[in-house]
């Protein structure tokens, strides 16, 4: 299920099943703010080991286009180890390591079965990719490829092809599990793909020889197993897919792009009555909206008949019947951002994709709460649901097989051609009812975007890093191989080129452009309304509206330019202004390597450690340079104590801090001080709710080490400690997305001019010795997003407009933005590894000895 709240703004309610039920929102009906990851109404505090990031960040993701063996390509899996407490259990599911058996007797049914490993969860289990269809020859199989490749790579010859027209295996991808707690998409799954390996009948024939069927069987087995909606780092996998800093989401991702599904199903829980996509406005503007409303509203209207079909009633079983938000619903469940799977499959050509949230809750409180009996009853209707649902849509797709293949030959050629979007009315997608002019968003697309070299570049390294994720996420880049001028612009060598005239230019676009304020289109937003990577990366990204890219010197890359270097003479001048660089010092700081501060925010490492730069310089791609500037203090190893969210937690670890994560439960229970020289809290610390010995040890450990303090849960500590004189205001709690910022020369000393907020707080009333680091942009700060005033005016963007944004004090840095949110805002990392630095340093001329409870 999308919500991680307990309700969903004013149109959810509960129902006598225990799950949530969806009622029109009526105009004008008020509504809560939403309790999101980061803001003010958070408790929790991450956890997650430290052993699930370093899976995170180093697992591999299989090429699944690199194997060209016919099918079925058959295994036998290794058995895992029997979990009792696999929380699957309990509700008569099957349970994680049951899976591997159950697949190798799928695969001894027949030969249509087929299952592939693509990669390992942040918690080290395997992920299984299932491919049903009917057997392949290699050769066949490479002419399938040639096929998918010509459908996206040459959409005008593709759809002329009669060999596509006739014998293309047409792509249909089913997701399970995706949120661990919301089990039942995998059981049924696992029904559907044995009624597939075993029917004889003509129609499942047909479509078999027509099509292949993929399952992911469990995307997110960490969850599946501890009975959370997280993977084992505590990332909501269905918020990561444009910054993929999960395993299990570059597993997906690498499908959606190997497998290019024209119709997905996303299963999740719990709304009851069953919900099935497509979604309320806004709608992405870089979509080819009217394809994808057209087929997903279609798809969804047989789902519609299948799941109440089944004869549930809300008397007898407590069942609702089906809802689509886009005929049933005004706001409150939109596909505006491409962080959702079914959102992000869109661009890579999927032209029907939807969530289906299944009816009877199971999880969290009535997990705990009701008698297994029950749960096993709920557990079963949701399992009949979801594969009434997943068969449906294998029906929609093998009487629309043609009308789906060329719409997405259509996505592609549009894309390929530059061709303006269509937008949606009642002429261009008739059959859909109600569409008004609240569904129409579309974008002006421009000719490129350059990702300049040389002295026009921010960083190199920062470049570098969003020219490869581009290419990860299969956006098509060149570089060019000599100076050029396009639009009236002169650029360097090596200067990379992102045509918009390529077949997933909206991918492109919806990645590096700024978005759009869309705070006056609706009064509130499901999740994240901006994300420009453009922006918040730590690149230089310029748009570039017209010209000729024809006679440039460009060449097409498979991955950036490394960039990494060291002088070869001299001491090293290493910058601080993206992530890998400060995990590159933090390398060298645990080698105890004698680092000392420079200016400017650079640090200087000793001709001596030579070596190992060169070492680092070639793991993060980041670059030494020759200095002869003086050396200024020495840096020590930082240990940071943590109350954050996980994707702020996941942030420090890959910047290469030493962390241990605390929370108020844990104080209280009695925490070693001397393992931390800083703290660091923006969610699960309440001073007030800590035992008497617990908030003595805490503020004995502050009235001698630093605090960097985060959104309204730092403010209210450093408040509590009396630490920094100044009062921080809370803005609109359901406020987020791209704003401009004015940065100072201290922690924000080379920072990108944009960043995030999420609750987004601002600081005034500021005593002796505060210093703004940064500040909001005077007027209106937001660039993209939603951030409207709350109702009695305050909270809003220009009431933040002016105000301090970041500020500091001898021992005290608090942001009121987010620069690690959910592991995204990669250029705005360096600001807090910046200041775990500077509150260190200073605690090292007032340390006392540390204090445990």
Known sequence: MRLPRPVLIATVAATAAGSLLLTPLRAGAEHDPPVREGSAAETDAATAPASAARNALTAPVADLAADTRGYPREQVLSPDPENPADKSLKLGLTPYHAIAPKLNALQRLGDRVSVEVTGRSAGGHRLYLVTVTAPESARQTRAQERMRELIESAPRTAAKDPAVKTAYKMPVFFNDNIHGNEWEGTDAALALIERLATAKDAKTTDLLAHNRVYFNVTANPDGRIAGTRANANGFDLNRDFITASQPEVRAMRQIAIDKQPAVMLDLHGYVNGTLIEPTTPPHGENYEYDLFLRNTYAGALGMEAAVNGLGYTPAKDGVEPVQIPFRDQREGWDDWPPIFTPQYAAF?????????????????????????????????????????????????????????????????????????????????????????????????????????????????????????????????????????????????????????????????????????????????????????????????????????????????????????????????????????????????????????????????????????????????????????????????????????????????????FDVVPVSTAILNAGFDWSTADVLFVSSGLNHAALTASARAALDAFLSGHGLVGGGATGAALNAAAGLLAVKAVQGNGDANGVVRVVNSTGVSAGAPEHGFVYAPVWFTDLGPGVRVEQSYATGDPLVAGHWRPLDDGSGGPTAAGGQASVVSGPHTVLFGTQPLFRDHPKGEFPQVGRALLTVSRAALTRQRPHPTS
């Not at 030959?409 to 569409?435: K, L, N």
């Not at 003479?569 to 202004?577: E, F, I, P, T, W």
């Open 348 to 656: 890579h050509g999927t032209v029907a994709a939807h969530t289906v949230e299944i009816p009877l809750a199971v999880n969290n409180s009535a997990y705990d709460t009701l008698p297994v009996e029950e749960l096993r009853r709920r557990s079963a209707i949701n399992v009949a649901v979801a594969g009434a649902a997943m068969r449906a849509t294998l029906d929609f797709a093998r009487s629309h097989r043609a009308s789906l293949i060329a719409d997405q030959i259509e996505v592609f050629r549009r894309g390929t051609t530059g061709a303006a979007q269509v937008p949606v009315s009642a002429e261009t997608v008739p059959g859909v009812p109600g569409i008004g002019p609240e569904d129409v968003y579309t974008t002006d697309f421009p000719r490129a975007y350059v990702i300049p070299a040389g002295g026009a570049q921010r960083s190199a390294t920062a470049a570098a890093r969003l020219v490869d994720h581009l290419v990860a996420n299969d956006v098509r880049v060149t570089r060019a191989t000599g100076g050029f001028r396009l639009a009236g612009r002169s650029y360097a060598k090596g200067s990379y080129v992102v045509d918009l005239h390529q077949p997933k230019r909206g991918l492109a676009n919806v990645l590096l452009a700024d978005g759009r304020d869309i705070s006056d289109k609706v009064s509130t937003m499901y999740d994240i309304s901006g994300w420009s990577l453009g922006r918040l990366w730590g690149a230089t990204v310029e748009r570039v509206e017209s010209g000729s890219l024809a006679a440039l010197p460009l060449r097409t890359v498979d991955s950036a330019t490394r960039v990494g270097y060291v002088a070869a003479h001299g001491d090293l001048r290493l910058r601080l202004d993206t992530p890998q660089e400060i995990a590159a010092l933090n390398s060298l700081l645990k080698q105890g390597v004698s680092v000392r501060q420079s200016a400017g925010g650079s640090v200087v490492v000793p001709s001596s450690a030579r070596a190992k730069a060169a070492a680092l310089a070639r793991v993060y791609d980041v670059a030494f340079d020759a200095t002869k500037a003086a050396r200024g203090a020495v840096l020590h190893r930082v240990r940071v104590a943590a109350a954050v969210t996980p994707g702020e937690l996941f942030a420090l670890r890959e910047m290469g």
